[in-house]
């Protein structure tokens, strides 16, 4: 399905694709920290694997299971890699300059395999990788997403030149996106089903007009060109099984019959927002962008024809994604958010389609389409930056109060009032992982689709309370029962923020709510605007 013809070239749309790009990088490089939910956890658990060897109370809490059938583990064992040449922080921002870098030339490699103007729409990967999954800190899936749109591209370039080599590549590549993220893998799936069909059908009607076939429709060939990339790409089929078998069910996960809350992603594109949802109006102002561009783009090639028949897998694949996402479940075993995971494929496979539909562009659209998404990528880093700030100011707070944290100790984050939404200081005991620290509310280390898991001895579920209950607003702990029950011990407990509503002069509420719990304890620090304070183990409790 590689488009014949002469590429036609754009050094300026070129330029502007570079400078988008570094655009997008730059947040990353000029704060201190990154500010996501999920990301500090995933830099501790790959500092766990990074040190496993080295640091004995790593082997003492945690046991290493790198390869294990849920896949969800590439991306953290290329961060712990990071780890052994960078500071855990540098080594973040490298990790996330290679996503930002690496999604754009992956769009582009799969617009390259699809039309010449590949130049001009290249730009339209920015309002994509500032997304929803990115400031949850979902690294594992956003690494998926680039393999998939290079797989997609890789698909399209062996089209009728299925050879034992290329469906070999394919079978690499499917493992490599399983084992960083089911989610991409099984929309990598649908991708290689729909493209090669496609490409049949498009086949099938050239023999009907008469033109000269680029695929065989014998059935042997149609064996080659459809089953054996389905087969190639179905690889890790058998692990996801194994997977499912053995995972429980989220709590609280159930079928979603809501009408509105299955259309929410799709109607809202909410599977874009950052940082906040306050950016939702802006993002329905793109999600009609899109629209009123497809139509246009459709309009053109109804009125002056020249539709590019090879685009129709791209949107078909869109469509696909979009039942998917509509009609499918939310979660699958412990995953979540599956709907939209989904329809943010359905996006970026539409615009894809969008960039190829037309062997001839009109200039206004040409570039005009491209203009308006780049505008739209730098308005929505206009609306970051000042939460991407805010949020600077209240993580360095963890990192002052831990100096005061003793390498191999254990610390407990517990938190008076989460944010809702994406929360960076969920996990914020992860921003102190340059030592060997033990976070004892490290989710990863429960659940049962991470690299990293509690020895049963050590574990914190449930003797030093539910998961739940730690994580409650207020949280509730037992430490003399975990402690009691188990061989681990408690040396640190961090708490963030204050009850609601707030006390005047009550700097220290966690004294009247604990007094029990805390007379152990002594307070080690403070952080400048308080919302961190750090208590430390006066009373030793079991070595």
Known sequence: MTVSGPEVRSTWWRWAFIALILIECAPIWAFRYVPTQDGPSHLDN?????????APIFREYYSLTLVQPA????????????LKIFAPLTAEKVFLTAYIVGFFLAFRYLLRALTPYADHFSCLAGVCVPSFFFYMGFWNFIAGSVLLLFTAGYVLRQTARWTG???AALTVLACLLYGTHAVPWAVGVVAVAVLCLSDL????????????????????????????????ILVPAAALWLHLSRASQTPGCGPDTGLLAILWPLYSLSFLHSLTVADIPLLKMLGAAVLLAAALVAGVAVVRGGYERRSTGMLLLSLACAAIAIAGPDCIGTGLFVRSRVAFFSFIFLLAWMASALQRWPKPLLHGIPTVFCLFAVAFMATRIPLVARWNATLAGVTEVGQH??????????DFAPQEGIDPALH??????????????NYEALADHFTTRFRPGMSPVPALGTMAQIRGVPPVFDVARYERETRGRVDYLLFNGWPEPRQAGDERPEAALYPEQLSAFTIAATSREG?????????????
Not at 534 to 543: D, M, N, T
């Open 405 to 414: 944290v003793r390498p191999n100790s254990t610390v407990l984050q517990l």
């Open 428 to 441: 914020a005991a992860g921003l102190l992982s340059e030592r060997p620290i033990i976070n004892l509310r």
């Open 46 to 54: 790959a500092a766990v694997i990074a040190n496993y060897a080295t």
């Open 165 to 167: 080599r290329s469906l």
């Open 201 to 232: 059908a498009l086949a099938y009607a050239m023999r009907r007009a008469g033109t000269p076939l680029a695929v065989s429709l014998l059935p042997g060939a149609v064996a080659r060109h459809v089953v054996l990339p389905l087969l190639a």
């Open 531 to 543: 919302r961190f304070r750090l208590y430390e183990r006066a009373v030793q409790g079991p070595r």
């Open 71 to 82: 896949g969800n583990a590439l991306a953290q064992i290329v961060l712990a890699g990071l």
